[in-house]
């Protein structure tokens, strides 16, 4: 470099070890210096990662220029959030009045949004100190702090911003992820934000769906097991898509059910017009799935509907939800299911190649068995595959 050798160009040309000679005499060296593209050694030790020279040049914060902007509209605090160049950026905010915090990038936000797109949590709690300088939103801004803070997992940065609710725009659309903050907290497991988010339902579109998942905010709680924050969903039946089928023909209701979500799955029953009785979600119906689990409650409210609930649907190519509910023990269902001897499957038998009768026998339910002899044409305890015999009918009785 020659003549052009400076705390400038060493910092330009990654030279740390120069960089740090020269900043061993501060005096001698312009640590304010900008060239030709309003670049600073300071930001160019930021662009260029270079932790301990920006340390270094930031011991003098009243020299290097915190304030200054670059010819591509950065400030040093915006780069080094780039780089998540953590202790950097917390040494720059020991100076919030004069490190240009309320600089606003078109499109592309300010130094808030970019530490939640980075997941910087410890310096988006600082800035979030001076929100009123480094906005949670600006008007034309395309990254939204609160759905980065939501998809990086930043429960500490979400809830801190969620105590300005109005500012977070709870209704905007991120167009890198297609969420709302409701979406993507719900997609991250984030009870705590999305309750908090749910306490505004007027503006957080409990209606949306995502454009990338193709998924509702109701079935991606089902989904992710959120009884708590689903239940608060449902509280706006009419707003949150009971009938909605996902990308991978889920319902809200098959997920509470396969979740075991008794609560949830009770509170969508309440909806029978809305909530897709009859859809089959990957060869299963609600029924057979709460049978599968074991979900009394659930069962029995679905079999209120038993001419739209499929009673007759082989879930799995293997079983049915008379042959679930009798293998389960559930007696109450069982018994319910056979309320309608001729559209229930009565005499299927399972992959082991077991009947209702033969798994109501082996459970010890009597009252079953005596239902399943009278409307039966297969009244044989033996196994189909195995042709193992079974005690008399007799003995049943």
């Known amino acids: 470099m020659g003549s052009n050798i400076s705390l400038l160009n060493s910092c330009k040309y990654m030279n740390e070890k120069i960089a740090l000679e020269f900043l061993k005499k501060p005096q001698l060296?312009?640590?304010?210096?900008?060239?030709?593209?309003?670049?600073?050694?300071?930001?160019?030790?930021?662009?260029?990662e270079m932790t301990n020279v920006a340390l270094k040049i930031l011991k003098w914060p009243n020299k290097c220029k915190l304030d200054h902007v670059s010819y591509n509209n950065k400030t040093a605090l915006m780069i080094a959030c780039e780089n998540r160049m953590t202790d950097v950026a917390l040494e720059i905010l020991k100076y919030p009045y004069i490190c240009n915090l309320g600089h606003f990038r078109a499109g592309k936000g300010n130094a808030l949004s970019?530490?939640?797109?980075?997941?910087?949590?410890?310096?988006?709690?600082?800035?979030?100190?001076?929100?009123?300088?480094?906005?949670?939103?600006?008007?034309?801004?395309?990254?939204?702090?609160?759905?980065?803070?939501?998809?990086?997992?930043?429960?500490l940065v979400a809830l801190e911003m969620l105590k300005y609710p109005f500012e977070c725009k709870l209704n905007f659309v991120d167009l890198k992820y297609y969420h709302t903050a409701l979406t993507a907290a719900c997609w991250e497991c984030m009870k705590d934000v999305a309750l908090e988010i749910l306490k505004y339902p007027d503006i957080c579109r409990i209606n949306?769906?995502?454009?990338t998942n193709k998924l509702s905010v109701l079935i991606i709680a089902c989904k992710n097991k959120m009884t708590h924050v689903a239940l608060e969903i449902l509280?706006?039946?009419?707003?949150?898509?009971?009938?909605?089928?996902?990308?991978?023909?889920?319902?809200?209701?098959?997920?509470?059910?396969?979740?075991?979500?008794?609560?949830?799955?009770?509170?969508?029953?309440?909806?029978?017009?809305?909530?897709?009785?009859?859809?089959?979600?990957?060869?299963?119906?609600?029924l057979?799935?709460?049978?599968?689990?074991?979900?009394?409650?659930?069962?029995?409210?679905?079999?209120?509907?038993?001419?739209?609930?499929?009673?007759?649907?082989?879930?799995?190519?293997?079983?049915?939800?008379l042959t679930f509910a009798c293998a389960k023990g559930m007696k109450q269902v069982a018994l319910e299911i056979l309320k309608y001897p001729n559209i229930c499957n009565i005499d299927y038998f399972n992959i082991q190649g077991n009947s209702a009768l033969i798994l109501a026998y082996s459970n010890g339910m009597t009252e079953v068995v005596d239902v399943l002899l009278k409307y039966s044409s297969e009244n044989t305890l033996n196994n189909a595959n195995k042709n193992v015999s079974m005690p008399n009918t007799d003995e049943v009785l």
């Open 235 to 286: 509280k706006y039946p009419d707003k949150c898509k009971l009938d909605y089928i996902g990308y991978n023909n889920n319902t809200a209701l098959t997920l509470a059910c396969k979740n075991c979500m008794t609560d949830v799955a009770l509170k969508i029953l309440k909806y029978p017009d809305k909530c897709k009785l009859d859809h089959v979600d990957n060869n299963y119906t609600a």
């Open 29 to 48: 060296c312009n640590i304010g210096e900008i060239d030709g593209n309003d670049r600073t050694p300071l930001i160019f030790a930021c662009k260029n």
């Open 208 to 211: 949306y769906i995502n454009n």
């Open 288 to 321: 057979t799935l709460a049978c599968s689990q074991g979900m009394t409650e659930v069962a029995l409210e679905i079999l209120k509907y038993p001419y739209i609930c499929k009673l007759d649907h082989i879930a799995g190519y293997v079983e049915t939800a």
């Open 114 to 155: 970019i530490a939640c797109e980075k997941g910087m949590t410890t310096v988006a709690l600082k800035l979030l100190k001076y929100h009123d300088i480094c906005k949670i939103y600006e008007t034309g801004m395309k990254c939204f702090p609160l759905i980065f803070a939501c998809v990086n997992r930043m429960p």
